[in-house]
Structures are given as structure tokens and as C-alpha cells.
């Protein structure tokens, strides 16, 4: 199982929308709003880290209000 972090960033005052949209996407198993260089960190996780690239890229990075993500891939 590959799993990782994911920071986002938001427009503002989207946030819950967002994480809503988030957790209702396969592939998210937490998603919180937090304080700091981002406005939302989830943990994500699929088969493999191709598929986990993919869910990134193709469902998660294209939710609209999303401005940026950034991925930490977890490796142990």
C-alpha cells in the first residue's frame, strides 16, 4: 500500500467545502483543516505509488478552489 501526505491550499473561506469534497473521494482517508504554510493536510493512500500519482493528479488537484497541493510521499 503507498500512501501520503497532501498539503493544500485553498481560496479562502473554501476550506470546508473542500475537505468535504475531499473525503468523499476514494483514495482519502483523513482530511483536516489545519494552521500553517497549508490550509489542508490529507492522507491518501491507493495500491501503488503510480496509482497513488494518479488519484493525485487526476481527482484531488482538479477539485476547484484547490490553488496548490504539494505530496509527501509516506516511505516507511
Known amino acids: 500500500m503507498a500512501k501520503a501526505y497532501l498539503k493544500i491550499n ?8 473542500i475537505r468535504g469534497a475531499l473525503t468523499e473521494t476514494k483514495g482519502v ?12 493536510i490529507a492522507l491518501v493512500e491507493a ?13 484531488l488537484r482538479v477539485i476547484e478552489g484547490i490553488t496548490k497541493t504539494d505530496t509527501n510521499f509516506i516511505l516507511e
Open 29 to 40: 482517508k483523513e482530511a483536516y483543516i489545519t494552521t500553517g504554510d497549508q490550509d489542508i
Open 47 to 59: 495500491n501503488n505509488f503510480t496509482d497513488l500519482l494518479k488519484l493525485v493528479v487526476s481527482k
Open 10 to 17: 485553498v481560496v479562502p473561506g473554501k476550506e470546508k467545502i
